[in-house]
């Protein structure tokens, strides 16, 4: 359905979402409330997430696993603050086989307390340390106000689970994964992000420390896109993870977790969709480039389409498709392309089978300003050389975005409406009673305090005391 018109993205940012996660065929509603289906086309898209952030996983030293869907409710308890955060979000089996169970099963809402039991059967010495475990796999939390990608009840992602020696190595790990997530998220996403640290109401249930990657949104709003949790040991007095040390002594291990899921398909579409449709990253993308034939007759047909298969022979290098639909008209191919956001498409028709040249044209820049025409001998590497381009410009652009639309204040009256339109950095004096009047007042909540920070003092935006550290608020999803 690309001849009809997406909702507009200035107008209606949050319908013109819905209606091109649905039109671009990434995802579909299920029949269970708050939950979906993922579409070919968006899992393709995941699996180039994936392969990209297993590849920085494997060259860290990790290795992949597979822990169960089912926990023993009793699990959930041994962690007070973690039972606590994700009570009211579990989905729990009570019936198995027609028969009662003897213990309730909860639905994993994240793996922590499953892992934590299996370490402490693995882990007995200092020889057995680090662990370095990553599982790629779904997860369930019962939320209430759901949206496709970026909150459902069922969801995809991958959690890291380590164990280590000494709270220092923990602690290196906790960022050393904090900056693949950055690095993913900037090079291949073209997403910017500010890493920094969570404030202690926003951080995991059960964590010591908690950081995050944050994202601004083509909204304006704020997504935090992935997030690395020191946990000290909290898990591993919970499920006595204990090792004799160098001397000998038995202690407890320090661990880790950090997660991404797919809620980063949600920031690639509302970071660089358009009025279009979708933008996708070339490094992403499941198509990078799309090749539409143009011809009016058998004659025309027959050579371009012989022009088509060597250009084919080409691009092996890069993920190309060739819409040869012939009851379509390349006008609707074009538009049904742009939604779907494949960064380059190249047209042939007769006059550039005449001229041995392509007619490039950029999803970035639609329209005249995106197309050039280009010598066939040339093709393999323009076209690395634009899905280069393409990749840098996309960042940029979010970037400068994003700078636009984040001020410092330093008057709590301005706040409210600043927050309306954009990201605040303001000081903080770091106590709760601070962070939950903006909430209440604004519906902003604190971000990130960015690790990046002048070394100065301030004073607290909300109350004036002194403070060390500037936070960043803003809504978010
Ligand atoms: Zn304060």
């Excluded at 290196?172 to 910017?192: G, S, W």
């Excluded at 320090?254 to 980063?264: K, N, Q």
């Excluded at 709760?432 to 100065?456: D, H, M, N, Y």
């Amino acid at each position: 359905m690309p001849d009809e018109k997406l909702p507009s993205r200035t107008e209606n940012f949050s319908e013109w979402y819905n209606q091109l996660v649905l039109r671009a065929e990434l995802a579909h509603y299920a029949p269970v409330r708050g939950c979906m289906v993922v579409r070919p086309y968006g899992w393709a898209l995941w699996e180039n997430i994936q392969k990209s952030l297993d590849r920085r996983f494997k060259e860290t030293g990790h290795t992949n696993a597979a822990f169960p869907l089912f926990i023993p409710m009793s699990f959930l308890a041994k962690e007070k603050e973690h039972v606590e955060g994700f009570s009211p979000e579990l989905a729990v089996v009570t019936i198995g086989g027609g028969q009662d169970l003897e213990e309730p099963l909860v639905v994993r809402p994240t793996s922590e307390t499953i892992v934590g039991y299996m370490y402490s059967k693995w882990i007995k010495s200092y020889r057995d340390l680090p662990i370095l475990i990553n599982q790629w796999g779904n997860v369930v939390r019962w939320e209430m106000r759901t949206r496709l990608f970026l909150r459902t009840l069922e969801f995809y992602w991958q959690e890291g689970h380590t164990a280590h020696a000494t709270s220092q190595e923990a602690q290196e790990e906790t960022l050393r994964m904090l900056n693949v997530y950055a690095d993913f998220a900037i090079n291949d996403a073209a997403v910017p992000v500010v890493p920094g640290q969570k404030s202690d109401r926003e951080k995991f249930a059960g964590a010591v420390n908690s950081y995050t990657i944050e994202a601004m949104m083509g909204d304006t709003r704020a997504l935090q896109a992935g997030t690395s949790h020191f946990l000290g040991q909290n898990f591993a007095k919970a499920f006595d993870i204990q090792f004799l040390d160098w001397n000998n002594e038995l202690q407890y291990a320090w661990t880790t977790s950090w997660g991404l899921s797919m809620r980063v398909v949600g920031a690639i579409i509302m970071t660089h969709g358009d009025n279009q449709g979708l933008i996708l990253p070339p490094k992403l993308a499941p198509i990078q480039v799309v090749i539409i034939p143009i011809y009016k007759n058998d004659t025309e047909k027959s050579k371009v389409m012989e022009v088509v298969s060597n250009i084919q022979q080409d691009l092996t290098s890069f993920r190309i498709h060739i819409d040869d639909r012939s009851e379509l008209t390349p006008g609707f191919k074009f538009n049904d392309w742009e939604l779907r956001g494949v960064p380059l498409r190249i047209e042939i028709g007769p006059k550039d089978v005449e001229n041995s040249t392509v007619t490039f044209a950029r999803r970035d820049h639609p329209g005249k300003a995106g197309k050039s025409s280009v010598s066939r001998t040339q093709l393999s590497p323009r076209v690395a050389e634009l899905l280069t381009q393409i990749q840098t410009k996309m960042h940029e652009r979010a970037l400068a975005f994003r700078q636009s639309n984040t001020c410092f204040l330093r008057d709590y009256q301005e706040l409210g409406q600043a927050v309306q339109n954009g990201r605040v950095l303001a000081w903080w004096c770091g106590r709760e009673e601070c962070e939950l009047k903006v909430k209440e007042e604004s519906k902003a909540t604190t971000r990130c305090i960015p690790f990046e920070q002048s070394g100065e003092e301030g004073k607290c935006i909300v109350c004036g005391q002194p403070a060390s550290k500037k936070v960043y608020f803003a809504r978010a999803y």
